[in-house]
């Protein structure tokens, strides 16, 4: 088992309040991951749950167990840090055995997991290497493995990846989604790279300033945003936001201008709405086309353009000094400084109030 239950934790040092109430339930068998910006409390959060920090205040259940005094030892998790912390003295074997050592196993059972991490990892040719003698892929394979043999409740990665270059992130990537499938243990994994989130996780935890913002699947987070830090952080490159007015609202929908110069009506009814009410209308640079002849599109002017083959990813500012960025599939003949009229489609759109918060309905 492996469910991991957080009530109201609260972090602080001193008078600085680091993680503010998170509520989160972490069901047995879930890849789950904290996402947000250099210091959100991502991997302080993960500090509590591995018990290397104590809470300030709040409960913390592993498997319905309160384990806030429980020391990290005691608590039947494995994690994995960013720096691999391998003993560059030990074989790969010995680092495998040392924890299992420790907890005093039998040594067949000891060689045993062992054997079965290396098949799991393909690192059997290693076993006799110290860390110094391998790659950093395989020095993270190693470090995982080292989580593995524990047999644990659940896995903690602290940005595993970081360290690696970005070809072998990928396979690594691949390599641990494939290790969830085998083993079907509980997850958590810290990250800034909201890709890796989106390529990893069953859910996804977007953290800002110690406060959960949004917690869903990957594709509920990129397709209802909750606000606009979520819509602009989830999806690569981000997306676009630009200023809108609601025209009317009802039960046929929602009519609204866009930058002052396109009007669209979208079939979802902002509730609550009001004419005349400044709005964020959100837009993926993926959906943004260029317009046909017969279409009252937004001028842009072209400032940079970055022909890369299968697309062409164009950076503009529409007349009103706001930067708007498309991804247009194939191959396009656009240069900079010359207008070109952009559109979309209004399913496409997301609409966030002046607060950020999405209007309800949308």
Do not use: W
Not at 78 to 105: I, K, W
Not at 142 to 171: H, K, M, Q, W, Y
Not at 212 to 234: D, H, K, S, W
């Amino acid at each position: 088992m492996g469910r991991i239950t957080l009530q109201k934790v609260v972090k602080s040092f001193g008078a600085l309040d680091i993680l503010h109430g998170i509520d989160l339930d972490i069901q047995d068998g879930e890849f789950i991951v904290f996402v947000g910006p250099s210091g959100c409390g991502k991997s302080t959060l993960l500090r509590q749950i591995a018990g290397l920090d104590k809470p300030t205040s709040g409960q913390i259940h592993i498997d319905g167990e309160l384990v806030n005094d429980v020391p990290a030892a005691d608590r039947g998790l494995a994690m994995v840090f960013q720096s691999y912390a391998l003993y560059p003295h030990m074989t790969v074997r010995q680092n495998l055995a040392f924890g299992l050592e420790n907890a005093r196993l039998p040594k067949h059972e000891i060689d045993s997991r062992i054997a079965e991490a290396a098949r799991m990892l393909e690192i059997g040719d290693y076993l006799n290497r110290r860390p110094g003698q391998l790659s950093g892929g395989q020095r993270q394979r190693v470090a995982i493995g080292r989580a593995i043999v524990r047999n644990p409740t659940a896995f903690l990665l602290d940005e595993p990846l970081s360290n690696l270059d970005a070809e072998l992130r990928i396979s690594m990537r691949a390599e641990l989604s494939a290790l969830h499938a085998r083993l079907k243990t509980t997850m958590i994994y810290v990250t800034h790279d909201q890709i890796e989130a989106m390529t990893l996780a069953n859910r996804i935890v977007v953290l800002r300033k110690g406060k959960i913002e949004q917690v869903g699947t990957p594709l509920e987070l990129y397709n209802t945003p909750a606000n606009r830090f979520v819509a602009g952080f989830i999806g690569a490159p981000s997306m676009n936001f630009l200023t809108g007015t609601i025209l009317s609202t009802g039960a046929d929908g929602t009519r609204l201008t866009v930058l002052g110069e396109t009007q669209l009506t979208t079939s979802r009814t902002a509730v609550d709405a009001k004419a005349g009410q400044k709005i964020n209308v959100g837009v993926r640079p993926q959906h943004i086309r260029l317009a046909k002849p017969e279409e009252n599109g937004i001028s842009a002017h072209i400032d940079m353009v970055e022909a890369l083959g299968s697309e062409t990813v164009i950076h503009a500012h529409a007349v009103t000094g706001e930067t708007i960025l498309a991804v247009l599939a194939g191959q396009h003949d656009l240069a900079k400084g010359t207008e070109v009229q952009l559109s979309f489609e209004s399913r496409d759109i997301h609409l966030f109030d002046e607060a950020g918060l999405r209007l309800a309905g949308t």
